[in-house]
């Protein structure tokens, strides 16, 4: 079971990612992605979801038309754990043609 971040765990970890911000109220970090329309926005989706799906490690998102809003946060730890801070950097590495 992974374990939550905390203190400067927590603080170097985010440091490595880039355009992400906690959530008001939650232990969760959230970005928004634009892309340059539907087609893109889907074919990132559907491979983070492929990740995720290998990973046991699921996003919280929500698609309007090139817009992706995600939001990363493991339920079993009630909290930022490790799985969230590779996802989001898997997610930043195919928003940006990685
Ligand atoms: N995704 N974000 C997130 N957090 C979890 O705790 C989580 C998950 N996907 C699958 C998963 N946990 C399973 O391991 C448990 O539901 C059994």
């Given at each position: ?9 927590r603080t170097?970890a985010l440091a490595?990612l ?81």
């Amino acid at each position: 079971m992974p374990t939550k971040l905390t203190g400067a765990q927590r603080t170097q970890a985010l440091a490595g990612l880039s355009g992400w911000r906690d959530v008001e109220g939650r232990d969760a970090i959230t970005k928004a992605y634009r892309f340059a329309d539907f087609n893109a926005a889907f074919a990132f989706m559907t491979r983070a979801a492929l990740m995720a799906e290998k990973m046991d490690h699921h996003p919280e998102w929500l698609n309007v038309y090139n817009r992706v809003e995600v939001t990363l946060s493991t339920h079993d730890a009630g909290g930022l754990t490790e799985l969230d801070v590779k996802l989001a950097a898997f997610m930043d590495s195919v928003a940006t043609g990685g």
